[in-house]
């Protein structure tokens, strides 16, 4: 199963931090530190995968992939196959991509809770839900016309306004 | 409206957080939004609810305490809106800390939800459980989902499956109810409720052996027919990675497959052709055709052999190894190892490309690649896979040598055809990687050379050359200079040479000069440099022309700052110098070193305490004198039975250069008893400097015999008197037990019981040596039995006055020493007169523990210091 999902800056801000595991909060601010010392220590033009069973048990791995000044990770376990793991990344990130229009660090910042529905759509309960980002469009845009439908205080962070910042 | 609340939204709190140039005022930013967010939380404030709660969320994942927003997701789920649910639902999965109660509370909401005509809520609730469901929740919540398996919109279909996996992976027992609907979801035609399926069967399978076998049985033909007809489908763009049909639904077929066909010869059997041909049809110059092609080759691994299968799997591997992408050569290195097991075989013909993977770009493929020719080294392949590694070894960076290194060292130890072959790839190594080599690699190199006794001219001169060529390697120098030291002849008369050696001529003065260029070399160690002044002592026996020459090189060290060197300078200097007659007998050739033992070594067991000669009554802990000799002690580790001892008293003088830890015992047959009950006492006094452990065996087991004036000791004792004062400024403080043999060592006095009249106790001598005679007389307080009055007289026998006469005492904690005024400080000669002195001794342990002393006399004798120093353990008990 997938353990966790991690997006940070280039700086190890974290930026989206979805855990599948329990892990309390020291323990994931602990982790991010870590991640983030195992990935500025990696050299360029090497594999996208580190083995980090010292961080999360045995057999689990990391993968990462670096766009611009933001690094995402997938931490998962043996039962999930690496390469295609770079491939719902990709799903990730073009979803993002289209629901931000060309996403960059400053959506993920002030979205936040936005782009956890998405991933909720992309991954649940650490299994692959959705692979199709077509699907994952789809489904977000529904909930946030539920949202706009359900005419709360627009002061709320809703999902409607997706460009704001 | 609520005065706190009312502030900042979301987006600017964000903002402010962001403005932050320091820790400290990110922290206050965020303690008072914090503030304001519990004020509201405490005014029970609806409208800026899940306003509040989103910042929770953004402050949590900063790393701040937010566990007192747990509550207030609870409120927003049980809020009838979407969107407060939405918020509500992720805050419950981002900061809910495990605690049973806000579980058990939410429990009932989250039931509603399921039953929830919204199909979006349906959602949000499935969601939630299958992040963070409790067993608890898994068996309450369980039907509601098992019927949503059902639901007709495939959204909540899929959401529901993957619930599914999370309430049988804490709750197994349920996992039968699951069995029917988890197969009827095999025969969807959704994509994502297919591919949700296919996972919630894997898990099935993992948990229930039932569930295994009912898949076996009734899905594995349809299993197969649906991987057929994905892998023919046509373009589909829905699902389509660059070019191959829905990639991820493949490789999740292909899994389960792998679960249903793993030790099932007839599931494996209805598998064969589907698996075969993903094998060989799938495109492999994308990512998604290639993550295909990986699982496909696992599943073959994993499921019933089938040779041809087996191979064809190995060589998609191959071809992995020399695809472009990092990624792509780093899993198929992975799973070429776990092949390895399967068929090594088919692996073995893959050894170019798994070589050339050794110098990839990439760090973390090379260490891999390594890794995996270590495995599939064997006896047929070791020279040609040695060859090329030693080859890459030149080019290798620095980080990665250390790991290259040792295993190359590891497989040419391991499989090594002849020993020949062996030293000259480990020369090979060591000469290019020297630094990198660990210690025991360098030391079964030298326990190798001395049982190969064919080769010991070969090794030398070998070792010789490397060295000329390349003498900055360290373990590469100890190496030779070890060998030069004990086989130094063979080198300059080039005795047992082989047919494929070059002729060299080496004159004895060569020999020397590399030895001496790296005793003086400042970039090695203190090993190496101890090791070259050993060899220089062997040189000086075996090249008598250049014995001189070594006498200054050792000379010079005499005054060295490194206590190590100067010791073994002096007392080589000696050896030297004075003792010729037993020279050629202590450098002899060091024995065969015992493969076994040392291997036994290697692998962590201690060997066990090697015993001292047979001829000495007494058997000496070989103790090790300090850490950093370790090495060289355990090189020059005789057991001494090996050890062709001119005497045993040569025996014992041999130990003694090589650091063996002898206990300065003062043992006289008159206190045995005094002893078995005092051990510790002695321990206590005996503590500076000598390891206790050490001191135990031999204190109980001394035996007088050893003390006589013949002593080695003694000998060693005179040797060295005339630099021990320098010696003894040196070290006081961490002072060495091998200086006790050479300055401090009492001579035992005789046991001298003086048939006093007057005392009730008899006087005695409690300290003679050749110049100086000390007695004791002793008197009780009475009524008071601790105490013990004690009145010292000291003596000179020598013919010289002793000056500036100092006499100090120390004992140990159990007894209090009260020492008065001497009489005097100068010391007539001929035993013309005396010095007196008052102790007054207090034994708090009156009666259980005898009185023990260690003494120190100072004084100048014709203007020069002497320091005598012993140990009075020969009190008459009941003191």
Redesign the interface.
């Known amino acids: 199963m997938i353990k966790g999902v991690i997006l940070m800056n280039d700086k190890g801000k ?5 855990f ?1 595991d ?1 892990h ?3 323990k ?2 602990e982790l991010i530190r870590r991640l983030y010392a195992v990935l500025s220590s990696r ?1 360029e ?6 083995k980090v069973d010292s961080l999360f048990g045995s057999d689990a791995r990391l993968v990462y992939k670096t766009y611009a000044t933001l690094h995402i990770l997938f931490i998962f376990d043996s ?1 999930e ?4 793991m ?3 990344m ?1 799903v990730f990130v073009e979803t993002m991509d289209k629901c931000f229009s060309n996403v960059r660090e400053l959506d993920i ?2 979205n ?2 936005k782009v ?2 998405i991933l ?1 759509e992309i991954i ?2 650490g ?6 980002s ?2 994952v469009v789809k ?1 977000v845009e ?2 946030s016309k ?2 706009r ?2 005419n ?2 627009m ?5 409607t306004g997706w460009q ?2 | 409206m609520n005065p706190f609340s009312s502030g900042t939204r979301l987006r600017d709190m964000i903002r402010a957080i962001r403005a932050c140039k320091t820790a400290a005022e990110e922290r206050g930013v965020v303690r008072k939004e914090c503030a304001a967010i519990r004020a509201a939380i405490s005014e029970n404030d609806q409208d800026y609810r899940h306003r509040n709660l989103a910042k929770l969320m953004f402050i949590h994942m900063l790393g701040y305490p937010t566990h007192f927003g747990q509550m207030e997701c609870l409120k927003l789920i049980a809020s009838p809106g979407f969107p407060e649910k939405r918020i509500g639902y992720l805050g419950l999965m981002l900061l809910l800390d495990e605690r049973q109660e806000v579980l058990m509370l939410v429990t009932n909401s989250i039931k509603q939800d399921l039953n929830h005509t919204n199909q979006y809520i349906v959602g949000l609730a499935l969601c939630a459980l299958g992040n963070i469901g409790s067993a608890e929740m898994a068996r309450d919540l369980a039907p509601e989902v098992e019927r949503l398996l059902k639901f007709r919109d495939p959204n909540v279909r899929k959401k529901a499956a993957l619930c599914s996996i999370r309430i049988i992976k804490k709750v197994p027992d349920l996992a039968e109810n699951f069995i029917n609907p988890a197969a009827a979801l095999l025969s969807e035609k959704h994509h994502g409720v297919l591919i949700t399926g296919v996972q919630l069967c894997i898990d099935l399978c993992k948990v229930s052996t039932e569930a295994l076998e009912y898949f076996r049985k009734k899905c594995t033909d349809g299993l197969v027919k649906l991987t057929r007809d994905l892998a023919n489908s046509p373009y589909a763009p829905e699902y389509d990675v660059s070019g191959i049909t829905d990639p991820f639904l493949q490789i999740r077929l292909l899994r389960l497959l792998r679960a249903l066909g793993q030790d099932d010869a007839d599931a494996s059997d209805a598998m064969n052709d589907i698996l075969a041909q993903v094998a060989t049809k799938t495109e492999s110059n994308k990512n998604a055709g290639n993550a295909i092609l990986y699982e496909c080759v696992a599943a073959i691994m994993s499921v019933e052999d089938n040779g041809g299968l087996r191979v064809l799997a190995i060589n998609i591997l191959g071809r992995f190894l020399s695809n472009r992408d990092n990624n792509i050569r780093y899993v198929a290195l992975n799973m070429l190892m776990k092949a390895l097991a399967v068929d090594s075989q088919a692996v073995q013909r893959h050894q170019t490309t798994i070589l050339e993977c050794v110098k990839d770009s990439d760090p973390s493929i090379r260490k891999r690649a390594v890794e995996l020719v270590y495995l599939l080294v064997n006896e047929s392949n070791v020279k040609p896979m040695t060859k090329e590694l030693i080859e890459y070894l030149e080019a290798s960076d620095p980080e990665f040598r250390g790991d290259l290194t040792a295993k190359i060292c590891s497989i040419v130890e391991k499989f090594s055809p002849e020993k020949i072959w062996y030293i000259d790839q480990m020369l090979k190594v060591l000469s290019e990687a020297g630094t990198d080599v660990k210690d025991e690699v360098w030391h079964s190199l030298i326990v190798v050379m001395t049982n190969a006794s064919n080769l010991h001219g070969y090794a030398v001169r070998s070792l010789y050359r490397a060295v000329q060529a390349t003498g900055e390697q360290e373990t590469l120098v100890r190496v030779a200079v070890w060998c030069i030291g004990e086989y130094g002849d063979m080198l300059v008369n080039d005795a047992g040479r082989l047919d494929i050696e070059e002729p060299l001529t080496v004159t004895e003065s060569d020999a020397v000069d590399v030895v001496e260029t790296s005793f003086k070399s400042h970039s090695f160690d203190l090993t190496t440099r101890a090791m070259c002044l050993i060899a220089l002592l062997k040189l000086s026996s075996r090249f008598p022309s250049c014995s001189q020459r070594i006498n200054d090189i050792i000379v010079q060290h005499k005054g060295s700052f490194v206590l190590e060197l100067q010791q073994r300078a002096i007392e080589f200097n000696s050896i030297i110098d004075r003792h010729q007659n037993i020279r050629p007998s202590l450098v002899e050739r060091m024995p065969i070193l015992d493969e076994a033992t040392h291997s036994g070594r290697k692998g962590g067991a201690v060997p066990a305490a090697v015993s001292t000669s047979q001829g000495v009554s007494v058997n000496l802990p070989n103790g090790v004198a300090k850490p950093s000799a370790a090495p060289l002690v355990d090189l020059l580790d005789l057991s001494s039975d090996d050890v062709p001892a001119p005497s045993s008293s040569g025996g014992d003088f041999l130990q003694d250069l090589l650091g063996v830890d002898l206990a300065p015992v003062s043992s006289q047959s008159g206190t045995n008893q005094a002893q078995k009950s005092g051990t510790d006492v002695l321990l206590d006094l005996l503590s500076i400097g000598t390891p206790p452990a050490n001191s135990i065996p031999s204190t109980t087991q001394a035996s007088p015999s050893n003390f006589d004036t013949k002593s080695p000791v003694d000998l060693l004792d005179r040797m060295s008197s005339p630099s021990a004062p320098s010696v003894q400024v040196s070290t006081t403080a961490g002072s060495s037990p091998m200086l006790d043999l050479l300055n401090g060592f009492p001579s035992s006095p005789p046991i001298a019981v003086t048939e006093g009249n007057g005392p009730a106790y008899p006087s005695m001598v409690a300290f003679e040596s050749s110049s100086l005679k000390l007695t004791f007389n002793f008197s009780k307080q009475p009524g008071n039995p601790q105490t013990t009055l004690i009145e010292a007289s000291f003596t000179n026998k020598s013919q010289e006055v002793l000056t500036n006469f100092i006499f100090q005492a120390a004992v140990p904690k159990f007894l209090q020493l009260h020492l008065d005024p001497a009489s005097g400080n100068m010391l007539p000669a001929n035993s013309n007169g005396s010095i007196t002195q008052k102790l007054k001794l207090t034994n708090s342990q009156h009666g259980k523990k005898s009185l023990v002393m260690r003494i120190r006399i100072a004084y100048k004798v014709n203007d020069k210091d002497v320091l005598e120093q012993g140990q009075v353990n020969n009190f008459p008990r009941d003191l």
Not at chain 1, 127 to 132: A, D, W, Y
Not at chain 1, 155 to 159: D, G, H, K, L, N
């Open positions: 974290p930026r989206l931090v979805k599948y329990y309390p909060a020291e994931q601010q050299a033009n090497v594999s996208n995968f580190v039962s196959n690496e390469l295609a770079l491939d719902l990709q910042v002030f936040f809770n956890h529905a909720d649940l309960g299994q692959v839900l959705e692979t199709s077509s699907e489904a529904e909930i539920m949202e439908a359900a709360s205080i002061a709320v962070p809703s999902i704001s910042r």
